[in-house]
């Protein structure tokens, strides 16, 4: 099984700044299958992200998703307060699909 | 539009089943993987397996084969999972999440039905 770690666990950062958080597989994933997903409190997950560098239907080109093989970036580059949430990677080029842990975007 | 609806909360108890109903409207419901993830409460996702609603063919996840079934019902355009001998720790959310097109682009899952909270406790 791939096992995704994401970095950091917490991320404290104004509105307006950059953020960059990080996914990284314990091995290749196949054919760049990397979703990014962002979850409000009580909320389901909405994609993002798929295919690495994709953005899903709706989704503002603030955000943007980079990388290959092992090493995945999902790069917001000027935070809006709808933003401030939870952060998932995923994987669905291999079976198990498989998360990371996530990553908390908070207000500093 | 896409969504996903689904059955509401439940209460078991250890050793019992239950079964998550999962409504799709907006699209094609045999066209598209039908998925289901869970999530413990403050944890992140498990993935359990997917079916081809228009097939029938399914795919667990290792942990959850002999304990976990999924099925849908075409005409209502309905998928179900149902989790048997239930344990204190498959307390969780259960979503279901439409998957890619079974012919067409390989794609993250989207949209997620809101989620089915089961609590299993004596």
């Known amino acids: 099984e791939i096992v995704l770690t994401q970095s950091p666990g917490t991320l404290s950062l104004s509105p307006g700044e950059r953020a960059t958080l990080s996914c990284r597989a314990s091995?290749?994933?196949?054919?760049?299958?990397l979703a990014w997903y962002q979850q409000k409190p009580g909320q389901a997950p909405r994609l993002l992200i798929y295919?690495?560098?994709s953005r899903a239907t709706g989704i503002p080109d603030r955000l943007s998703g980079s990388g290959s093989g092992t090493d995945f970036t999902l790069t917001i580059s000027r935070l809006e307060p709808e933003d401030f949430a939870v952060y998932y990677c995923?994987?669905?080029?291999?079976?198990?699909?498989?998360f990371g842990q996530g990553t908390k975007v908070e207000i500093k | 539009q896409v969504q996903l609806v689904q059955s509401g909360a439940e209460v078991k108890k250890p050793g019992a089943s239950v079964k998550v109903s999962c409504e799709a409207s907006?699209?094609?419901?045999?066209?598209?993987?039908m998925h289901w993830v869970r999530q413990a409460p403050g944890q992140g996702f498990e993935w359990m397996g997917w079916?081809?609603?228009?097939?029938?063919?399914?795919d667990y996840a290792q942990k959850f084969q002999g304990r976990v079934t999924m099925t849908r019902d075409t005409s209502i355009n309905t998928a179900y999972m149902e989790v048997s001998r239930l344990r204190s720790d498959d307390t969780a959310v259960y979503y279901c999440?439409?998957?890619?097109?079974?012919?067409?682009?390989?794609?993250?899952?989207?949209?997620w039905g809101q989620g089915t909270l089961v609590t299993v406790s004596s």
């Open positions: 995923q994987q669905y080029g291999n079976s198990p699909r498989t």
């Open positions: 999440a439409r998957g890619s097109e079974i012919t067409g682009t390989t794609t993250g899952f989207d949209p």
């Open positions: 091995q290749s994933v196949s054919s760049n299958y």
């Open positions: 295919g690495a560098s």
């Open positions: 907006g699209y094609i419901f045999i066209d598209y993987y």
């Open positions: 079916i081809n609603p228009n097939s029938g063919d399914t």
